[in-house]
């Protein structure tokens, strides 16, 4: 038996912190619940928006339809032998106490995830990544619910097809699959990943030279909450642009005309290019628009100050996006989701 709370109050559940109603909401703690709440979203035909921690969501004031949290929880280790672990986990698990738990575990590969707000869930839709490291890099499998093939699906990395920011669950299928547990391949010796200069120069900083998992875990912290605002104080959706790439040739006119430009070599043939400092040079670093806004220590995040929505966000992202094109002929995407969209 489940029974749906009408007219959520979801503000709380978004980390844009935009005043939000679903129609209807429920949080589904075991398979059987999310079976009989997916039988009546598809007898009455109702969209649906399965929501994790909504860090990466961009909603609308009201959400018509169903909402569904997945509620699995709990860690644990499914084979170890001297040099790697797997361990699977439930999607409802939150993201950062769970990389804090492998760490007490003195299992490895996720520290420099630490603090990215959200669920174990939602982790693998966008392939979440920071500091040189994503999610990919120590994924095992998953287990998902197929909403196409009504039952549990299991698949591997090569079925989750993960690119930067990207997966099956993001743009390939979206909304097919609702991600109920997670595995990953964990190693039990530590071998600090270092390439993402900020991170190494914070420890240089510190003295420290041969950092431990801990130490590492405790860097991405620091420098973290030295630049990201803390959504419960200000509401934000984390990087609101993905760093575009281009060609090896756009990318030299682009550094011809911008020598300052800041770029990173991407597959062959390609750059990366950091939106934030596109964005900073169009001159929005800091600029308000009414309750909403660009973060005044990193523009790749927009805010909402208080009493904000979905429309002046996506008003201001838009302009931000035109005028990036227009200075830099460079197209900026959205990483957030809208919904609905
Ligand atoms: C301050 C801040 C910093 C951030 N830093 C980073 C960062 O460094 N790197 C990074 O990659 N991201 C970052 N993010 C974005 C965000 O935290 C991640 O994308 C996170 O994985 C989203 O988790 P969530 O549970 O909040 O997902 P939600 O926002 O609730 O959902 C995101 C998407 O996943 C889908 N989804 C959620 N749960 C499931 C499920 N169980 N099954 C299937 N689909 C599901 C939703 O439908 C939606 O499409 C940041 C966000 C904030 C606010």
Redesign the pocket.
């Known amino acids: 038996m489940i029974v749906w709370q009408k007219e959520a109050d979801l503000t709380r559940q ?2 844009l912190g935009f005043s939000v109603c679903a129609e209807r909401y429920l949080k589904v703690e075991d398979l059987e619940q999310l079976r009989l709440a997916l039988d009546e979203v598809k007898a009455n035909n109702w969209p649906l ?9 961009v909603l609308a004031d009201y959400l018509p339809g169903a909402v569904i ?2 509620g699995c929880q709990g860690v644990r280790v499914l084979a170890d032998d001297e040099d790697q672990a797997i361990v699977e986990v439930g ?2 698990e939150n ?1 950062h106490g769970f990389v804090g738990k492998l760490l007490e575990m003195g299992l490895h590969g996720l520290e420099n ?1 630490a ?5 174990v ?3 693998p ?6 500091y040189g490291v ?1 999610l990919a890099d120590c994924f095992h499998s998953l287990t ?1 619910y197929d909403r196409e093939q009504d039952e549990l699906v299991q698949l591997n990395a090569e079925d989750c097809r993960f690119g930067y ?1 990207d997966s099956l ?2 743009s390939v299928a ?2 097919r ?4 547990q997670v595995r990953f391949s964990l190693r039990t010796v530590f071998q600090p990943r270092l390439e993402y200069k900020a991170l190494a120069n914070h420890l240089k900083a510190e003295g420290i030279g041969q950092p431990g998992a801990q130490q590492v875990y405790q860097a991405v912290c620091e420098i ?1 909450n030295s630049k ?4 419960t104080l200000i509401g ?4 609101f642009f993905e760093n575009p790439v281009v060609t090896a040739e756009q990318h030299e006119q682009l550094k011809l005309q911008f020598p300052e430009l800041v770029s990173y070599p991407d597959q062959p043939g390609f750059y990366k290019l950091a939106a934030g400092w596109l964005i900073d040079q169009a001159g929005w670093k800091g600029h308000n628009a009414g309750a909403v806004g660009v973060y005044e220590k990193q523009a790749l ?1 927009l805010v909402n100050h208080g009493g904000g929505d979905a429309q002046q966000l996506l008003q201001l992202a838009g302009q931000i996006r035109d005028s990036v094109q227009k200075k830099f002929a460079v197209s900026l995407k959205m ?3 809208v ?1 609905p969209g």
């Open positions: 978004n980390s928006l399965i929501l994790g921690g909504g860090s990466n969501l949290s997945v999607a409802g993201w995830l603090l990215i707000p959200g669920s869930g939602a982790a839709v966008q392939n979440i990544g920071a994503e998902a920011r669950f993001k979206p909304g699959y609702i991600i109920w973290r990201l605002p803390v959504p934000n959706a984390g990087s995040v990483e957030p989701r919904y």
